[in-house]
């Protein structure tokens, strides 16, 4: 059994403000059109043939925001749709799973998830991705900085001595406070409106 997936298709397809739709787009929602239209019958390019004729497969298509995409591809009929809206219970057992090699225990996960509510999923993907860039500053610096980390690795290559990187220890309260660094961050964004003005488009 096969199946087309094509994740975000509203970050490639959709249209936002102004922004025209481009050729290779018009291509792909034509395509997807035909086959929802007539799912074993595939052009190649070439004149329909009676022998151009494929094995219909599920092609299933994920996003944010279907309101951006070509309205008749996604009617009733061409697309079946489901909406999920994960609950906190969802959104632990996801966090628990990306923490689980980390010895997190999911009484912990809860505490920070609940620490910071109403945050993407990728957040929290982003908590422990920080900790770990903080733990490879301090293994670089420890390396003799950024300007001699080359010529120094190198020099310890040919002595047989490679400095060895160590995963950091995940503890809730190093989770924590990379979390609450990154509100910090999506603060500022917002304050300098950067968002705003990156998004102008959208909201013409």
């Known amino acids: 059994m096969s199946c087309l997936v094509v994740n975000d298709i509203d970050a490639g397809l959709g249209r936002f403000g102004n922004t025209q739709m481009t050729v290779n787009n018009q291509i792909v929602v034509g395509t997807l059109m035909n086959l929802a239209d007539n799912p074993t019958r595939v052009s190649t390019g070439q004149v329909w043939r009676e022998t151009d004729i494929t094995n219909r497969i599920p092609i299933i298509v994920t996003g944010n925001d279907f309101t951006t995409i070509y309205a008749p591809l996604v009617r009733d009929g061409r697309m079946d749709k489901f909406y999920w809206q994960p609950t906190q219970e969802d959104i632990v057992n996801i966090v628990q ?3 689980e090699k980390d010895g997190i225990t999911k009484d912990e996960v809860v505490t920070v998830v609940r620490e910071f509510p109403n945050q993407a999923l990728d957040f929290y993907g ?28 190198l020099k310890q290559q040919k002595d047989g001595k490679l400095p060895v990187f160590t995963p950091p220890t995940q503890t809730v309260d190093a989770l924590l406070e990379a979390g609450y ?4 961050e ?16 959208m909201e013409d």
Do not use: C, H, P
């Not at 660094?181 to 910090?184: A, G, N, Y």
């Open 97 to 99: 799973r990306m923490y």
């Open 186 to 201: 999506q603060n500022l964004i917002m304050e300098n409106k950067l968002s705003k003005e990156y998004m102008k488009n």
């Open 126 to 153: 982003a908590l422990r991705s920080r900790t770990y860039d903080r733990s490879i500053l301090k293994w670089v610096n420890d390396a003799g900085g950024a300007d001699n980390l080359g010529g120094r690795l």
């Open 181 to 184: 660094d990154l509100i910090r």
